[in-house]
C-alpha cells in the first residue's frame, strides 16, 4: 500500500509540476491556486511519510525541478531583463548605465533579439536601471555566453544553476542540521516547497544562489571558520543585497574585534565585485535603482497598507516617500536592537533573531514579491517556527492580482494572506515565549 501512495504522490506532483510550467499562465490564478493547493498536500504527504529517507527526498526534489528545465517562465518577466543583462555584457557594455528603453527609443538594437527581450521584460524593467549586483550579473553572462542567439537555451542554462544552488543548500543545510542538532527532515519545509520549486527553478528568481552562499556561510560560523564565511556571505550580497541587513547580527557571536574584521572582509568583497563597473554615473544609478524599492513600488505589503490608508486620509495623496523612509529607519533600529541579544553567541541563536529581522522587514517593507520569501523560508527551517510555511502558502494569493490586464490588488486576498500569517506568527512566539518561561522555572 505504502509503495503505490509513494507512485501516486508523485505521479500528481510530477503532472501537476508539468502544467505549471507548460500549461498555465499567470491570468489563469484559479486553475493554478488549484494546483499549487493539491503540491502542497503532496509535499505534506511526502515529508511526513518519508522523513527519515532523505535520499528518497533528495531525488524526489530534484525530479520536480527538473520537469521545469525546458519551459518559459510563465508567472515571471524577470528573466526577460536577465538575458538582456548578460548578452549586452558580452557586447562589453556596463549594464549598469544604460536602461533597455534608452536603446530601444533610439532605435538601437545592441543585442540580438533585443526587441523580443525588450518586450518581454515589460515597460517597468525596461525603463529603469539594472538592480542585480557583479556575481549576478556573472551568471546572467555565462548563461548568454552559451545560447547567445536562443532565449530558451539561456533559461535552461540559468535554471540548472538555481537547480545546482538549491542542491548545495540542501546538502549544507543538513551538515548544518546535524551540527545543531536538530532533525534533517527539517531541510525538506525548503527543498521540497511547491512555493520553492516554482519560483526559484521555475520563475528562475536567483534567491536560490544567495541562499546557497548564505547557508554556507552559516555553516562556516558554525565551524569557527568566520574568515571564509565572511566571503561567502560577500558572494551571497553580491547575488542579492538583501543579506546585508545581517551584518550587524555577527557581532556578539564574534566578538568586537573579529566581528569588525568579519565586516570589513565582506564589504571589502562586495566592493571588489563591483570595482569593474565602478564610476560615479554607476553610483548615482545605482543607489536611485535601489531606492525606487523603498520611495515607489509597491505590492502585497501589510503594515505599509495600513500607513498608507492613513496618509491619505490626512493629506488625500499617496505619502510612499515619506512612509518609506520612516519604516526603513524602523528596520535599521530593529536590527542594532537585535544585534545587542545575547542569544547570538550561539548559531541556532543568531539564526533565530536572522529570522525575526527578516520577518520584521517583510511585515513592513512596501514591496514583498513571492520570491521575496525564500530568506525567511529557508533560515525558519533551523527553527521551531513555521508561519514562513503558512505564508508561502498564502502568499501565492497575491498572483490574484493578474487575473485580469488591469493590474489591481485585492484587499480581500491580502487580508486572508496576513491574517493566516499574522495568526501563526504570534501564536509561536507566544509558545516559545511560555515554553521558555517553562524551562526556566525547572531549571
Known amino acids: 500500500m505504502e509503495k503505490y501512495l509513494l507512485s501516486l504522490l508523485v505521479v500528481v506532483g510530477g503532472v501537476v509540476y508539468f502544467l505549471f510550467g507548460y500549461l498555465y499562465?499567470?491570468?489563469?490564478?484559479?486553475?493554478?491556486?488549484?494546483?499549487y493547493t493539491i503540491l502542497f498536500i503532496v509535499s505534506y504527504f511526502l515529508i511526513s511519510k518519508y522523513k527519515e529517507n532523505t535520499k528518497l527526498l533528495v531525488a524526489l526534489g530534484i525530479i520536480f525541478r527538473l520537469v521545469f528545465l525546458f519551459a518559459i517562465p510563465n508567472l515571471s518577466q524577470d528573466f526577460y531583463r536577465f538575458i538582456w543583462d548578460g548578452k549586452l555584457l558580452l557586447e562589453g557594455f556596463n549594464v549598469y548605465l544604460f536602461t533597455p528603453a534608452s536603446f530601444i527609443d533610439?532605435?538601437?538594437?545592441?543585442?540580438?533579439?533585443?526587441?523580443?527581450?525588450?518586450?518581454?521584460?515589460?515597460?517597468?524593467?525596461a525603463g529603469n536601471h539594472t538592480n542585480y549586483p557583479p556575481i549576478n550579473q556573472l551568471c546572467f553572462l555565462v548563461a548568454s555566453w552559451f545560447f547567445c542567439d536562443s532565449i530558451l537555451g539561456s533559461v535552461v542554462v540559468m535554471r540548472l544553476m538555481v537547480i545546482l544552488a538549491d542542491m548545495g543548500i540542501v546538502w549544507f543545510g543538513i551538515k548544518l542540521l546535524k551540527e545543531l542538532n536538530i532533525a534533517t527532515y527539517r531541510m525538506f519545509y525548503y527543498f521540497l516547497n511547491p512555493f520553492i520549486i516554482i519560483e526559484l527553478t521555475g520563475n528562475l528568481h536567483f534567491e536560490a544562489?544567495?541562499?546557497?552562499?548564505?547557508?554556507?556561510?552559516?555553516?562556516?560560523?558554525?565551524?569557527?571558520?568566520?574568515q571564509l564565511a565572511a566571503c561567502m556571505l560577500a558572494f551571497s550580497v553580491s547575488i542579492k543585497l538583501l543579506p546585508l541587513i545581517f551584518l550587524p547580527l555577527f557581532y556578539k557571536k564574534l566578538g568586537l574585534k573579529n566581528w569588525v574584521l568579519f565586516c570589513v572582509i565582506v564589504l571589502g568583497v562586495v566592493v571588489v565585485t563591483f570595482a569593474p563597473f565602478f564610476s560615479m554615473e554607476f553610483v548615482h544609478?545605482?543607489?536611485?535603482?535601489?531606492a525606487l524599492w523603498f520611495r515607489k513600488?509597491?505590492?502585497n505589503a501589510s503594515v505599509y497598507y495600513i500607513l498608507r490608508s492613513i496618509g491619505y486620509a490626512f493629506s488625500g495623496y499617496n505619502e510612499i516617500a515619506i512612509i518609506g523612509k520612516v519604516l526603513s529607519v524602523s528596520v535599521l533600529l530593529f536590527v542594532l536592537v537585535s544585534a545587542t541579544l545575547?542569544?547570538?553567541?550561539?548559531?541556532?541563536?543568531?539564526?533565530h533573531t536572522m529570522l525575526f529581522v527578516m520577518a520584521f522587514y517583510f511585515f513592513t517593507t512596501t514591496?514583498?514579491?513571492?520570491w521575496y520569501l525564500a530568506t525567511p523560508l529557508v533560515l525558519s527551517v533551523f527553527t521551531n517556527y513555521k508561519f514562513t510555511v503558512v505564508w508561502s502558502f498564502t502568499i501565492f494569493l497575491s498572483y490574484f492580482s493578474y487575473s485580469t490586464t488591469i493590474y489591481q490588488e485585492n484587499t480581500w486576498l491580502l487580508l486572508v494572506e496576513y491574517s493566516a500569517v499574522y495568526a501563526v506568527?504570534?501564536?509561536?512566539?507566544?509558545?516559545e515565549n511560555v515554553n521558555n518561561k517553562k524551562t526556566y522555572l525547572t531549571s
Open 425 to 431: 506568527f504570534f501564536y509561536e512566539v507566544y509558545r
Open 367 to 370: 514591496t514583498v514579491h513571492p
Open 297 to 299: 513600488f509597491e505590492f
Open 106 to 125: 533610439a532605435g538601437q538594437y545592441p543585442i540580438a533579439q533585443a526587441q523580443v527581450l525588450y518586450d518581454g521584460m515589460g515597460p517597468l524593467s
Open 209 to 226: 544562489v544567495m541562499l546557497f552562499f548564505l547557508v554556507l556561510s552559516l555553516y562556516l560560523i558554525q565551524k569557527n571558520r568566520w
Open 342 to 351: 545575547k542569544r547570538n553567541v550561539r548559531t541556532i541563536g543568531l539564526m
Open 25 to 35: 499562465n499567470r491570468s489563469d490564478v484559479l486553475a493554478l491556486f488549484g494546483c
Open 285 to 290: 544609478h545605482y543607489t536611485d535603482t535601489v
